[in-house]
T-cell receptor
């Protein structure tokens, strides 16, 4: 039973445009959400996070939005750059429990 | 070291052999995770250590898999009698109260 779902295996976006990656979760006890970026042959690197007491967190070109009623979060990257091409993992955790990851979305930034 | 360190970075083993994968977490991090990523798949949770609590082993795929964490620091993931389906990248991560997990570079395991 997937508690964290990323329904789009891949996404292609033109350089300079906005990339929107989506994630849904099922466990209402999750109170902390994270996005990770992974390049081939490297471990995932932390990108941005959001607590359930917020609905938006911004860090430079990256913004994460959280809709608790819909159990949905999204990562916006604007403007998209070639170096953003990677696999993006959505993750969530309960306050005292393990982090659960989605299956990832491969983002391709087109020139 | 400054980050999570895993060794070896690559391991090729024959089917049926046992392997041990090592993880050195970031100093002071109380939580340690093991995940694996098979070809084309997402991050599959294996096991979670948090402080002195009993580990959450709910993700271990079979009893051939085991892990320990000595002294609240270094962890070893052991796979006995390896099978070809065990081939994957095994990733270790650690976290503190900030709840952001930091990953190592992974160990690529190939069972031939």
């Amino acid at each position: 039973d997937q508690q964290v779902k990323q329904n789009s295996p891949s996404l292609s976006v033109q350089e300079g445009r906005i990339s929107i990656l989506n994630c849904d979760y099922t466990n209402s006890m999750f109170d902390y959400f994270l996005w990770y970026k992974k390049y081939p042959a490297e471990g995932p690197t932390f990108l941005i996070s959001i607590s359930s007491i917020k609905d938006k967190n911004e860090d430079g070109r990256f913004t994460v939005f959280l809709n608790k009623s819909a159990k949905h979060l999204s990562l916006h990257i604007v403007p998209s750059q070639p170096g953003d091409s990677a696999v993006y993992f959505c993750a969530a955790s309960d306050w005292d429990d393990k982090i659960i990851f989605g299956k990832g979305t491969r983002l391709h930034i087109l020139p | 070291g400054a980050g999570v360190s895993q060794s070896p970075s690559n391991k090729v083993t024959e089917k049926g052999k046992d392997v041990e994968l090592r993880c050195d977490p970031i100093s002071g991090h109380t939580a340690l995770y093991w995940y694996r990523q098979s070809l084309g798949q997402g991050l599959e949770f294996l096991i979670y250590f948090q402080g002195n609590s009993a580990p959450d082993k709910s993700g271990l795929p079979s009893d051939r898999f085991s892990a320990e964490r000595t002294g609240g620091s270094v962890s070893t993931l052991t796979i006995q009698r390896t099978q070809q389906e065990d081939s994957a990248v095994y990733l270790c991560a650690s976290s503190s109260e900030s709840r952001e997990a930091f990953f190592g570079q992974g160990t690529r395991l190939t069972v031939v």
